[in-house]
């Protein structure tokens, strides 16, 4: 009996031995995969591009962070490193234009060029590169059509992944790519391009958005009709869009500060309905907006930073600590703290009381 018992601890123990190496075997599979440097701070502009600066940003399911920058590639940061990836490791473009995380944890990149896609759960063999290139490819009347310039994606409540790019929003279902202004069942009644869309929000009725950089203003899909709610000239370029507490639209124009609309109201564009420039700040500044948990908006202002929680708008300054005037939000993480950027690849994260800097 003793001796059985011996044979089965002996068994066991070779049965864990072979299970550890096998996980330092993979741990070493994964970091050889590829040529990503680390380190713990964001580094300077490597490149041509010396006002590079953060400005796409999201937190994975795992906790990670993910910074896109403008010419240097993407950041991944967990807690203590960075992790540098750049076209070394398979990205078509150093200059990234936003990220996202699906809902089965897949990073998505789209670039100045195309679209990566990074996928945590695959099994890297030594030597490959982290992202793949993934063509958004359609064919219509047999003729194959790629799309370059992937501004901005958005992941609906049905699982739909949407791209605004250069040339129309595409929407991938899981399995193929298709162009949404294709689809039959669409109607398009102010017979718009939606090209060079720059932000795609999904409100909380599941109306679609979209906000252009030329031509067309801000559109909504109400999941029949298409329809264009404000034009170009009153708006002009949107850089992004977001709901407040009481459900209206804010957006974030380069041209006209913050705008709002009430869905609620029966009031047509030109009226209460839409309102221009909310805080009466000098037009031609605005850029990244954040709404965070409590609700606060925080944003760039053209005297340092914008901060407005409801009832009383503040610009702050490094009077009142900020590292410097010019920074712009880009992320409060799941712990509460809010991301700032600022030209240069600077990035610092404020606690609520202090500010720490991440860059050289």
């Not at 899981?174 to 939606?194: C, P």
């Not at 609620?264 to 564009?269: G, I």
């Not at 914008?306 to 005037?325: Q, S």
Request: net charge positive; with cysteine; charged share 25%.
């Amino acid at each position: 009996m003793k001796k059985h018992y011996l044979k089965s601890q002996i068994y066991l123990f070779l049965l864990l031995l072979v299970y550890l190496s096998s996980c330092k075997g993979q741990d070493k599979m994964e970091k050889v995969a590829t040529t990503a440097s680390e380190s713990t701070k964001i580094l300077k502009p490597q490149g041509i591009y010396k006002e590079a600066a953060i400005g796409s940003v999201v937190q994975d399911k795992s906790g990670n962070i993910w910074f896109g920058s403008n010419g240097e590639g993407i950041y991944r940061y967990d807690g203590k490193t960075f992790t540098h990836f750049t076209t070394k490791d398979g990205l078509d473009n150093n200059i990234v234009y936003s990220i996202l995380e699906d809902k089965a944890g897949n990073i998505w990149v789209g670039t100045k060029t195309g679209l990566n896609r990074y996928t945590p759960s695959a099994s890297f063999k030594a030597g490959e590169k982290a992202f793949i290139q993934i063509p958004i490819i359609v064919n219509r009347n047999n003729n194959a059509s790629f799309i370059n310039g992937v501004w901005c994606m958005m992941q609906d409540k049905k699982g739909t992944i949407w791209f605004g790019t250069d040339e129309g929003v595409y929407c991938y279902s899981g399995i193929y790519f298709t162009r949404f202004l294709d689809n039959s069942e669409v109607f398009n009644k102010d017979t718009l391009q939606l090209k060079a869309i720059f932000s795609i929000f999904e409100d909380k009725t599941g109306k679609i958005w979209f906000g252009a950089c030329m031509d067309e203003g801000i559109s909504r899909f109400d999941g029949k009709t298409l329809t264009n709610i404000i034009p170009y000239n009153d708006v002009r370029r949107v850089n992004n869009i977001m709901e407040d507490k009481s459900g209206n639209l804010l957006f974030a124009t380069s041209f006209n500060g913050i705008c709002r609309y009430e869905p609620s109201s029966l009031l047509e564009v030109g009226g209460k309905a839409f309102t221009k420039n909310i805080f009466m700040r000098k037009q031609g500044y605005q850029g990244n907006v954040l709404k965070d948990k409590s609700g606060n908006i925080w944003f760039d202002d053209e005297n340092g930073l914008g901060y407005y929680e409801g009832k009383t708008f503040k610009t702050l300054t490094k009077a009142d600590g900020l590292p410097n005037n010019n920074l712009f939000p880009i992320l409060e993480d799941k712990s509460g703290n809010i991301w700032f950027s600022s030209v240069g690849m600077g990035l610092y994260r404020y606690d609520g009381k202090a500010y720490t800097n991440f860059s050289e």
